[in-house]
């Protein structure tokens, strides 16, 4: 059994920054992570690897390569949490005790929700971004797609990267475009949801994008099954229940999952009743406890769930973890910024940047880059410096572009 002074859960990309936050301002901190796997992802590299632009070996390194020196890797998954007496339950039945908690396990893909899909997966043409081992396969899918029928589905929100989905069809429509056959695809866009994207000062330039590719747009329709051998995906009509499935042939599918918190967060002392982890928006405290906090995908802040949040996330838990601990004097404050870079075209993106609310929250003047049009430079910023950025900044407590404000409490 263990016992930290900090127990962080979860090695992805809020709980590595996280650690290493904490390490730059108060580097003999006593600190463990918890995290099962072997492997860390750069999971926004994904939608690249599915476009044909990146490799998928770049978007993976090992978990015991990104975790800070001098930060223990507890290499278990973590079954429970006791909060009234400070401990965490590892698998095993181990404790980890700890004076202040970070927990940022990240969201669940619920493939199984979608019947028949998990069988077919990587086969028959049904592919998905959103697993590693699955995006090479999307770029073989639209190399030797010469005509026939394309669908794109997007599940319930809220999903982590909403704008992946549509990512997807664009680059592979891009591609199809440049080799001459985009004419002879029929290209489908299934939504849950009745809009393009969430925000809608970014609608615009989508849709020019969706009449370029003659993309059909299907709203409040939900992929609820796959028939993998006979190539059929059924979807309901969530605007008509009562009607009977929608039922539609397909030469390729790319499906992202519904998500939900993970099982043993879900069932936690930690969450609200949707089962997202109780925090407060602005300073990612939890509501309940007061010395645990969580970042990233798994919490109920109302923000989009990316990389780009999580990377704004880390510095204030951080920063407001060590108040707590009597380091730090001032309080920061978390503003609920994401990012979304929509990759239209195989060199240009619409970078959704903003807060709470749909705030725009644009990191350069508008006049050196206008998020609201097709970009050159934000399509060099996430194929070039985003990546470097992640490994070399946010997973190393080099806060560039994330240092907060803060404030000291009256
Ligand atoms: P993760 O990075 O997923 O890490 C969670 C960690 O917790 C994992 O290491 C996991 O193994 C661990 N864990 C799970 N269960 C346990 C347990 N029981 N005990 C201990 N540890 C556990 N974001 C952007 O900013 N821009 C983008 O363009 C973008 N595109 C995306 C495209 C795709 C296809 C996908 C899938 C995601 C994309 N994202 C993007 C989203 C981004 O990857 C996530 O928002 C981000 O990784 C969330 O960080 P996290 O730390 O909450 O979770």
């Known amino acids: 059994d263990y016992s930290h002074a900090v127990v962080i859960v979860g090695a992805g990309a809020g709980g590595v920054a996280v650690a290493s936050s904490l390490k730059a301002r108060c580097p003999d901190l006593d600190i ?31 978990v015991a ?39 940022c396990p990240g969201i669940k893909l619920d493939w199984s929700k979608i019947e028949g899909l998990s069988e077919t997966l990587g ?37 982590k990267c909403a704008g992946a989905p549509q990512k997807a069809m664009y680059l592979s429509c891009d591609h199809w475009l440049k080799e001459g056959v985009l004419g002879n695809i029929d290209v489908q866009f299934y939504n849950t949801g009745a809009v393009l ?3 809608k000062e970014y609608v615009p330039a989508l849709m020019e994008y969706v009449q370029k590719y003659n993309a059909h747009l299907n709203f409040e329709h939900q992929l609820v099954k796959v028939d993998g051998k006979s190539k059929v995906a059924s979807f309901k009509n969530l605007a008509e229940p009562d009607a ?12 992202v999952p519904p998500q939900s918190p993970p099982d043993f967060i879900k069932v936690s002392p930690l969450v ?35 990389a780009a949040a999580a990377r704004m996330q880390a510095p204030v838990v951080a920063n407001n973890l060590l108040y707590e601990r009597g380091v730090q ?24 940047e903003f807060g709470y609310g749909g705030k725009i929250l644009n990191s350069m003047p508008s006049w050196v880059l206008d998020g609201t049009k097709p970009s050159r430079l934000a399509w060099y910023l996430k194929e070039k410096l985003l990546p470097p950025i992640y490994w070399e900044g946010m997973l190393k407590g080099r806060e560039w572009l994330a240092k907060p404000k803060t404030h000291t409490p009256q």
């Open 32 to 62: 463990a992570i918890v995290e099962p796997n072997e492997v860390h992802y750069y999971q926004p590299g994904w939608t690249l690897v599915g476009g044909g632009v990146f490799n998928a070996n770049e978007t993976v390194r090992t």
């Open 65 to 103: 390569s990104v975790i800070p020196q001098n930060v223990k890797w507890i290499k278990a998954g973590v079954a429970a949490f006791s909060p009234k007496e400070n401990m965490i339950v590892v698998d095993g039945c181990r404790t980890v005790k700890y004076e202040h908690l970070v927990v």
């Open 123 to 159: 086969e028959n043409g049904v592919t998905s971004n959103y697993r590693f081992d699955l995006a090479p396969y999307t770029w073989e899918l639209v190399k030797n797609l010469k005509k026939g029928k394309a669908i794109f589905s997007q599940p319930p929100m809220p999903i």
């Open 197 to 199: 994207f969430g925000v």
């Open 244 to 255: 009977p499935l929608v039922e539609t042939e397909f030469d390729m599918l790319h499906a």
């Open 272 to 306: 609200d009743a949707n089962g997202w982890i109780d925090v407060d928006q602005s300073t990612l405290q939890h509501k309940m406890y007061e010395n645990i906090f969580a970042l990233g995908d798994a919490t109920n802040s109302p923000n989009a769930k990316t």
């Open 329 to 352: 004097t001032g309080k920061a404050i978390y503003n609920g910024y994401g990012s979304c870079p929509l990759t239209v075209e195989r060199g240009k993106v619409v970078l959704a």
